[in-house]
């Protein structure tokens, strides 16, 4: 079935790299995404992963694809106050339209 | 370049009635997707249009339906509602050449009382 699970809360020191981890169920998904949801608004599409990846670099975020154990992780480097939001990880599939989403994890940076 | 719009920005309504939102999709885009997100909850797929014809359909009841007109903009209208339907309902586009990406906007915000 399809099911993406994250940890509900992280807290980290401006400056300290993040961590956002997210493990999902179903091995056939052709894309992983993250997304940031600030307060009151939508969704903004950070970065995501071809399902062949490992790795994906893009400024101070990385996305690391564990295939093997379903595990999707961001790393933040040098985190700012302004990276504070909800953070959700996506998959979606081949021959369908919809993604399915986390539950999202909130990321709070102390400063 | 216009992102995703999406109206009106909050709603009230009674059990029972019936309510429709609006969504533009980003300049270029063609397909629009509509989800749900209740509160502490990620987004739930609704339902997909391309070329003014659902796509494809989350579980959701009959209740939950939508239009797309020939400008790309869409329609969702949600008859009889419950309580449960207050939620952020988002409006995502993307277009078949980059299904890969999907662009969302601010969401319309519905509450139920």
């Known amino acids: 079935g399809e099911d993406v699970e994250q940890s509900l809360f992280l807290s980290v020191r401006e400056g300290d790299s993040s961590v956002i981890n997210c493990t999902y169920t179903d091995s056939s998904s052709t894309y992983l995404y993250w997304y940031k949801q600030e307060p009151g608004a939508g969704l903004q599409l950070l970065t995501y992963i071809f399902s062949n990846m490992d790795m994906k670099q893009d400024q101070r975020l990385t996305v690391l694809l564990n295939k093997k154990d379903k595990h999707l992780s961001l790393r933040i480097a040098d985190t700012q106050t302004g990276d504070s939001a909800i953070y959700f990880c996506a998959e979606s599939f081949s021959g369908t339209y919809k993604y399915i989403f986390g539950t999202g994890t909130r990321l709070k940076v102390l400063a | 370049d216009a992102g995703v719009t999406q109206s009106p920005t909050h709603l009230i309504k009674t059990r029972g009635q019936q309510v429709t939102l609006r969504c533009s999709p980003k300049s270029g885009h063609d397909t629009v997707s509509w989800y749900q997100q209740a509160l502490g909850q990620g987004p739930q797929f609704i339902f997909q249009?391309?070329?003014?014809?659902?796509?494809q359909r989350g579980n959701f009841p009959d209740r939950f339906s939508g239009h797309q007109f020939p400008n790309y903009s869409s329609e969702l209208n949600v008859n009889a509602l419950l309580l449960g339907d207050s939620a952020l309902y988002l409006c995502?586009?993307?277009?078949?050449?980059?299904?890969?990406?999907?662009?969302f906007g601010p969401g319309t915000r519905l509450l139920v009382l």
């Open positions: 249009y391309y070329e003014e014809e659902e796509r």
């Open positions: 995502a586009s993307t277009t078949p050449a980059r299904e890969e990406t999907q662009y």
